[in-house]
Nanobody, 122 residues
Framework: QVQLVESGGGLVQPGGSLRLSCAAS????????MGWYRQAPGKQRELVAV???????NYADFVKGRFTISRDNAKNTVFLQMNSLKPEDTAVYYC????????????????WGQGTQVTVSS
């Protein structure tokens, strides 16, 4: 079993900042890419940012220069620092982690967090 627990969402004014965290726990042998997605009401889920096991990062154009993704490998945790937040950033944010549960067989899969609400409003 693998669990992903997210935290850090909330209500913030435009121009403000939030830091999201997502910690993976359970039966984990190795963690590969870790990422953040978001889904606004009535819209499809979209990629926000991803970080590989080698710390390479990739960002959606709409967050470049404002959001920073990072990871703590010792704690199997991924972070998303969000600055200069805009009302259009309002969404439920989900972490997604590529995990191998054991060194044997085909035990690699991706897992989703439960989602955390981010609301940007004055």
């Amino acid at each position: 079993q693998v669990q992903l627990v997210e935290s850090g969402g909330g209500l913030v004014q435009p121009g403000g900042s939030l830091r999201l965290s997502c910690a993976a726990s359970g039966s984990i042998f190795r963690v590969y890419a870790m990422g953040w997605y978001r889904q606004a009401p009535g819209k499809q889920r979209e990629l926000v940012a991803v970080i590989t096991s080698g710390d390479s990062t990739n960002y959606a154009d709409f967050v470049k220069g404002r959001f920073t993704i990072s990871r703590d490998n010792a704690k199997n945790t991924v972070f998303l620092q969000m600055n200069s937040l805009k009302p259009e950033d309002t969404a439920v944010y989900y972490c997604n982690v590529d995990i191998q549960r054991s060194p044997f067989g085909t035990s690699r899969s991706t897992y989703w967090g439960q989602g955390t609400q981010v609301t940007v409003s004055s």
